[in-house]
């Protein structure tokens, strides 16, 4: 199913839908077959089966009380999950706590591969980079180029971006290290940004703002 089949279904209604990005490149996604939460690698092609709904736009996160958001899940299936309070870590990034008994955090067990919801403390490697549904369009549209063509200044075709295996939430374009939470507004733009539309992208690199890269995009999907 090609991306932008799952982005036409959605609606003002279900806009407060975010998908959650681990450390690793990886969504949090639902097995079906299994009916398990599980990690997979990043695809630009489908949405994961696993989402959270919130009441409230994310940009109140820092809230107190802390917002609080429920998993749906594509296929529903006997499972249940319980609420879960998003509480900020850092950089953007929000680790999820159990809302049912205030005091457990979502973590995720390597091993088995499984979502453990009875952790007693926070845990900053259980951190997720949440996606609205635009900024996992633009995330798709920097990956694959079957969605779109970046090209440097000089109109040198450059990319596809691809997860760094080494630096947590981060993208190598070229030679290019790009962090994800920094940049996360300007992937939400351009996630935005309409088919057959060229456009320029600036992506700030490390954590100093001054220093940046300026890419022009041409949107295919």
Known sequence: MPLSSPFEHMTAANAHHLWLLDATGQMMSHDSLADAIILQPF?????????????????????????????????????????????????????????ETNRHWLTFRSEDNTLDFTAESQDEASSFLPLTLE?????????????????????????????????PFHLHIGEIDVPLPENLSELTRLGQLPAGQ????????????????????????
Do not use: M
């Not at 920097?142 to 200044?153: G, K, P, S």
């Not at 060229?198 to 999907?221: E, K, Y």
């Open 43 to 99: 695809t630009a092609h489908q949405l994961p089966g696993l989402a959270l709904y919130l009441k409230a736009p994310l940009t109140s996160y820092e809230d107190n009380p802390p917002l609080t958001a429920r998993f749906h899940k594509r296929i529903s299936l006997p499972f249940p999950l319980p609420e879960s309070d998003i509480i900020p870590t850092s950089r953007g990034l929000i680790t999820l706590r159990n809302a």
């Open 135 to 167: 900024g996992y369009k633009g995330l798709a549209r920097l990956i694959d180029q079957n969605h779109a063509e970046l090209r440097a200044l000089n109109q040198h075709v450059i990319g596809p971006a691809h997860v760094s295996s080494e630096v």
């Open 198 to 221: 060229q456009d320029v992208i600036t992506l700030q690199q490390g954590d100093d703002p001054s220093l940046a890269s300026t890419f022009i995009i041409h949107i295919h999907t």
